[in-house]
């Protein structure tokens, strides 16, 4: 069943000096199913990170069609935007995006409170995922009082407790040390796994290594996939840099 699906997107970006247009993306298509793990990959300018954007509603294509669970999500009208990303995606950032003055738990329970979820339900999914990510307790400290590693996880539990359809994550261990690293791509099977879908744009080789398929582009488009199946973490891992190769030497693109 496809939970997402992208078809034919195409974004320009006109230049605020000299009104040059830039095409991020040329004609990009994929599918990802209900309970899938997927990566994307591919150099600075790809286009990437204008992919998440667009299937996070943060902007829009100049043309193309995103639709999650049977929603074009292109067509929602902008005062429903807020309302729709905090109530079908969670995000998962490189900075973690947590408010200083706000304790992790309140970090935690914002997307709740704004959704005007009772207090008893709050504490109740709170207490949950908390004590899945093994954060239960820290919910009292501040962001600057904790680890990278630990402050990754209060993002990864906020981004949870909405019970999202897909979760989005860019970068997310990019400002990690190399434990904190293993233990969230860990974290990240356990909870696909229990059945999230995931979806990561990442520049590492490590953490798509995790991912059951990635998905690679170059110059706006899809290049090139892999799908993990019956790969070892050290097989796919492999497969993946050898991907990034044939990119970056050249390669000729996938049809």
């Known amino acids: 069943m496809h939970l997402l699906e992208v078809m ?11 009104g040059h247009q830039v095409q991020a993306l040329t004609n990009v298509s994929f599918t ?3 309970g899938e793990y997927v990566a ?24 193309g069609e995103v639709w999650l669970d049977g929603r074009n999500i292109v067509t929602i009208k902008e005062r429903e935007i807020s309302a729709f990303r905090r109530d079908h995606l969670g995000f998962v950032f490189q900075d973690f995006n947590l408010l200083d003055n706000f304790s992790l738990k309140d970090n935690i ?4 409170v704004l959704a005007g979820k009772s207090y008893k339900e709050m504490i109740s999914r709170l ?28 993002a990864v539990a906020r981004g949870l407790i909405t019970g ?15 434990r904190a690293t293993d233990s969230l791509l860990r974290l990240f099977n356990e909870i696909n796994d229990e059945g999230q879908t995931i979806l990561m744009v990442t520049h590492s080789t490590k953490a798509a290594s995790h991912a059951k398929r990635v ?15 019956s790969m070892s973490y050290e097989q796919m891992y492999q497969k993946i840099a050898d991907t990034l190769t044939l990119i970056t030497t050249g390669g000729v693109r996938h049809e």
């Open 164 to 178: 999202p359809q897909l979760i989005l994550a860019d970068e997310p261990t990019g400002a990690l040390d190399s």
């Open 40 to 63: 994307i990959m591919g150099e600075s300018g790809s286009g990437k990170t204008t992919l998440l954007n667009i299937i996070a509603a943060l902007d829009k294509p100049t043309s």
């Open 109 to 112: 329970l914002l997307p709740l």
């Open 215 to 229: 998905l690679f582009i170059k110059d706006g488009q899809v290049f090139h996939q892999i799908y993990k199946g």
């Open 127 to 154: 207490n949950r995922i908390a004590n899945k990510l093994g954060i239960i307790h820290l919910l009292e400290k501040f962001p600057y009082e904790v680890s990278g590693g630990e402050k990754q996880r209060a």
């Open 32 to 34: 990802v199913e209900k």
């Open 8 to 18: 034919n997107l195409k974004k320009i970006y006109t230049t605020r000096y000299g």
